[in-house]
C-alpha cells in the first residue's frame, strides 16, 4: 500500500516538474520584452553576400563554418541591407538608427584614419541605449567614425603632428563604451596602431605601409598586419571572459567590428594558403574563424542559452581584391572563373547603388527564442539593431532617436511573418537609390561611383555618354527621369538586369516622391518630424 502511494506521489512530482519546466521555457519565450539577454554584434569589413557558404550555396567557394554555424542554429536573413555600400556611413546609421546623410560631416578631415568624429558624446547610440539599461558595452575592433586626437600644434589631426603620448579627446568611451580596443580607420589606412580604452597601445614611432595601397605612414613600432583579426579576437574573447568571470551580474554587450576580409590581404593565424583562391579566400576564412572563436568562448563560458549573436558586414566585397595583394581593379572577378562570387547572385559590388554592394549575410541565433534553421526574406537593414535591441529590453525610444530604425524583432519569433519594413534609402559612393514594395530607384544612370578602384565604367564616364545621346545637360525635372535614372522591379528581376525607367515613369515619380518625404520629414519612421543636420541634395550630380 505505501509503496503504491509512493509510486504515484513520484509520478506526480515528475509530472509537475515537467510541467514547470514547459511552462517556464514557454514564459521565456513568450517574454522576450522583458527577458535581457547578452548581445554580440559581429561586424565584418567587406565580406560579400556569396562569401558565406550558407548564402552563396554552391556558388560560394569558401570554408565559412562560423557563419554556417548562426546559420544553421539560428535565422538567415536573405534580404538584409545597409544603407550604403561604403564602410563609414554604413557604419554610422548601424551605431545611431539613423540615415548617415542626415548627419553634418566634419569640415575639415584629417588623412585616412585621422578623420574628424562623425557622431559625437551627445549622439544616441547602440551603446547608449544598453548602458541606460544596465548593460556593460564593450567595442573592439574598426572604428571608422573619426576621433579628436591631441596635436603638438593645436592645428588639424594628421600624420605629422599627434601626441601619442596622450589619450583621444573623443573615441568610443564617449559613445557608451566602457570598453573599447579599436584600429582608428580601415587596417590599409594610417596610423596602423590600436588604441587601448583611449591611449595608444605601445610605441607609435615607426613608419609603415599596407600592401594593398601603400599609404605609408604612422605605426606602432611592432605592429604587423597579420596579426589584427587575432589581436582584436583575443581582446573581445578577454572582455566576455571578464565578465563571465568576474562576479559581474548585468548583461553584456560586445561589439565586434572585424577588419577582414577588407584589404590588406594579410592572412594571420595560419591561414594563409588555406584557400585555393589565394589571399582573398584565406582572408575570408580567417574571419569566419574569429566568429567561431566567439561562439566558443561563449559555450566555454556556459553563455550560449542567454545570448543573442548577430553577425553580417557593412557593405559588399570590394571589386579590387583577389588573389593578388596589391588593389588591382576588377580582379575578384577573376575568382568567378573558380566558380566563386563574391557578391552572390546579385549585381555590383563595394561603393555601386547595386545590391551587390549592400545586400549583406545576417545571421541571427538567439536560443530558445529563434528557431534553428530558419529562413527570413523580408527587408531588413543592420540600421534596424536599434529599434530591435530596445524592443527586446523593453525600452521605449524618444521621438527623436533612431529616426530610421525599425524593429525586426516580430521577423525573429516568426521569419515568415509579414514585412516590417516598405522602403530602404541606400547610397553608393556617389549616388541614392531608394527601394519599395520592390521596386528600386537609383538617382544615376551609372553605378554611382567615382572609386579609382571600381569597375568601370565610373560614373563620370555614363554621365557624359548619356548626355551626349540626350543632346544637352538636363535641367532639374528632366534629371530625375530616364534616362538619368534607373528603375528596376526587384521582385521580378533581383539580379538588376532590365531598366524599366523610361516603360514606367510614374513609378519614378512614386519612388522619387517616397524619397524627398523622407528627406523633408526628417526621418523615415512615424513620429514628430524632425531637422537633418545639413542639407541633403537628392541627386548628388545636380549640375553634370
Not at 514557454?26 to 517574454?31: E, H, K, M, P, T
Not at 540615415?99 to 547608449?128: E, V
Request: aromatic share 10%; with cysteine.
Amino acid at each position: 500500500m505505501s509503496r503504491k502511494l509512493n509510486n504515484s506521489a513520484s509520478l506526480l512530482i515528475v509530472s509537475v516538474c515537467c510541467m514547470l519546466l514547459i511552462a517556464s521555457g514557454l514564459l521565456s519565450l513568450a517574454n522576450t520584452d522583458t527577458f535581457k539577454p547578452n548581445i554580440i554584434f559581429i561586424l565584418a569589413d567587406d565580406l560579400g553576400y556569396g562569401d558565406i557558404k550558407s548564402f552563396g550555396q554552391d556558388r560560394c567557394q569558401i570554408a565559412t563554418p562560423g557563419f554556417d554555424r548562426l546559420a544553421a542554429e539560428g535565422l538567415r536573413f536573405t534580404d538584409a541591407n545597409t544603407v550604403c555600400s561604403w564602410c563609414t556611413p554604413s557604419r554610422l546609421s548601424i551605431m545611431t538608427g539613423r540615415y548617415s546623410w542626415r548627419f553634418q560631416k566634419p569640415k575639415s578631415d584629417g588623412p585616412w584614419g585621422f578623420i574628424n568624429p562623425r557622431l559625437g558624446s551627445h549622439t544616441f547610440t547602440l551603446a547608449r541605449l544598453l548602458e541606460r539599461d544596465g548593460y556593460r558595452c564593450g567595442y573592439f575592433g574598426k572604428w571608422h567614425l573619426g576621433t579628436s586626437i591631441a596635436t603638438l600644434d593645436g592645428r588639424k589631426q594628421g600624420q605629422n603632428n599627434i601626441d601619442y603620448s596622450k589619450p583621444l579627446q573623443f573615441g568610443p568611451n564617449d559613445c557608451g563604451f566602457a570598453e573599447s580596443f579599436i584600429l582608428p580607420g580601415s587596417l590599409d589606412m594610417f596610423p596602423y596602431a590600436f588604441i587601448n580604452n583611449h591611449r595608444w597601445d605601445g610605441h607609435v614611432d615607426a613608419i609603415k605601409g599596407c600592401t594593398a595601397f601603400g599609404r605609408m605612414g604612422p605605426a606602432e613600432r611592432d605592429f604587423r598586419f597579420e596579426d589584427c583579426l587575432d589581436r582584436i579576437t583575443t581582446e573581445a574573447e578577454s572582455f566576455v571572459s571578464n565578465v563571465a568571470t568576474g562576479g559581474v551580474t548585468q548583461p553584456f554587450f560586445l561589439y565586434l567590428a572585424l577588419t577582414g576580409p577588407h584589404t590588406p590581404l594579410s592572412p594571420g593565424q595560419g591561414f594563409g594558403g588555406r584557400s585555393r583562391l589565394g589571399l582573398y579566400g584565406d582572408m575570408v576564412m580567417e574571419t569566419d574563424h574569429c566568429v567561431a572563436r566567439i561562439l566558443a568562448a561563449l559555450k566555454a563560458h556556459g553563455l550560449e542559452s542567454n545570448t543573442l549573436v548577430i553577425a553580417t558586414s557593412d557593405n559588399g566585397p570590394a571589386a579590387y581584391a583577389g588573389r593578388t595583394a596589391k588593389a588591382t581593379r576588377s580582379q575578384l572577378h577573376e575568382l568567378e572563373k573558380d566558380g566563386h562570387f563574391a557578391a552572390g547572385p546579385w549585381r555590383g559590388t563595394k561603393a555601386t547603388v547595386y545590391d551587390g554592394g549592400t545586400r549583406v549575410p545576417f545571421v541571427v541565433r538567439w536560443p530558445d527564442v529563434v528557431a534553428p534553421g530558419q529562413v527570413c526574406s523580408q527587408l531588413i537593414s543592420p540600421m534596424d539593431l536599434m529599434s530591435t535591441f530596445a524592443e527586446i529590453c523593453g525600452v521605449e525610444l524618444k521621438d527623436g532617436q533612431a529616426v530610421d530604425s525599425i524593429s525586426f524583432l516580430p521577423l525573429l519569433k516568426n521569419p515568415s511573418g509579414r514585412a516590417i519594413r516598405r522602403s530602404l534609402v541606400t547610397e553608393s559612393s556617389h549616388a541614392f537609390t531608394i527601394r519599395e514594395d520592390g521596386w528600386k530607384l537609383c538617382l544615376t544612370p551609372g553605378q554611382g561611383t567615382q572609386t579609382e578602384t571600381a569597375d568601370r565604367p565610373l560614373d563620370d564616364e555614363v554621365w557624359e555618354k548619356v548626355i551626349k545621346q540626350f543632346g544637352r545637360n538636363p535641367n532639374q525635372t528632366e534629371i530625375l527621369a530616364a534616362p538619368f535614372v534607373q528603375l528596376f522591379h526587384l521582385s521580378k528581376d533581383p539580379a538588376e538586369t532590365t531598366d524599366l525607367a523610361t516603360k514606367y515613369p510614374e513609378k519614378v515619380k512614386e519612388l522619387l516622391k517616397c524619397m524627398n518625404l523622407q528627406v523633408a520629414n526628417g526621418r523615415s519612421t512615424p513620429g514628430t518630424p524632425q531637422k537633418n543636420d545639413a542639407e541633403v541634395l537628392v541627386v548628388k550630380r545636380a549640375n553634370p
